[in-house]
């Protein structure tokens, strides 16, 4: 079982509408959460960091839920420019320091 | 404040030559990571520095060596590439012991024939 699971999608959302998808995670120590996003052949960059009560950033809402170690991110009337790869994203820390692992992402396409 | 900046930006090299590719980071962090990304997955950590004068092996080290030339600089050498080494290759900083974000460079999309 991968440490990080997405489904890859894509999630093919008309305009408007909301969109959620979840993220799994294994390692019950992994203690901290993010979001990323992605557009076709540039870097990742931060969406948002997910804590324990759940958090809100505008149209975006992350919510954490250690019992079933998953985490979600849900889009609310998404536009034409949401459309990217979310990458989900769990920090444990190891000896050495902070270990960031990766999903393997969710491909959201938003039509008009 | 240019961030984390790579070169090259593209790179074709064939089977069994060697290159470096380059990092540098002017946000003062501590630690700084290289992923490589291929299609369908997500990144995958090859080599990371949590502090100057330190490396450890990531998730897919082999083929791959690292070098912390100091506290910008982390640079990540083929020895002899080989055509599974075609990817985009990321490199990343972010402040060690936090919960803070980690800042990525625009990658390197390397192909190897």
């Known amino acids: 079982r991968k440490e990080v699971e997405q489904d890859p999608g894509p999630f093919n959302v008309p305009e408007g509408a909301t969109v959620a998808f979840n993220c799994t995670y294994s390692?019950?120590?992994?203690?901290?959460f993010f979001w990323y996003r992605q557009d076709c052949r540039k870097e990742p960059k931060l969406l948002m960091s997910?804590?324990?009560s759940g958090n809100e950033d505008g149209r975006f809402t992350a919510q954490l839920n250690r019992a079933s170690q998953y985490i979600s991110l849900l889009i609310r009337d998404s536009k034409l420019s949401d459309s990217a790869t979310y990458l989900c994203?769990?920090?444990?820390?190891?000896?050495?320091?902070?270990?960031?692992?990766f999903g393997g992402g969710t491909r959201v396409l938003v039509k008009p | 404040n240019a961030g984390v900046t790579q070169t090259p930006k593209f790179q074709v090299l064939k089977t069994g030559q060697s290159m470096t590719l380059q990092c540098a980071q002017d946000?003062?962090?501590?630690?700084m990571y290289w992923y490589r990304q291929d299609p369908g997955m997500g990144l995958r950590l090859i080599y990371y520095?949590?502090?100057?004068?330190?490396?450890d092996k990531g998730e897919v080290p082999n083929g791959y060596n690292v070098s912390r030339l100091n506290k910008r600089e982390f640079s990540l050498r083929l020895e002899s590439a080989a055509p599974s080494q075609t990817s985009v290759y990321f490199c990343?900083?972010?402040?060690?012991?936090?919960?803070?974000?980690?800042?990525f460079g625009p990658g390197t999309r390397l192909t190897v024939l």
């Open positions: 990343a900083s972010r402040e060690r012991y936090s919960y803070n974000e980690q800042f």
């Open positions: 390692n019950s120590a992994s203690q901290s």
């Open positions: 997910v804590y324990s």
């Open positions: 994203v769990v920090n444990t820390a190891v000896a050495a320091g902070n270990k960031l692992t």
């Open positions: 946000m003062n962090h501590n630690s």
């Open positions: 520095s949590a502090s100057e004068g330190t490396t």
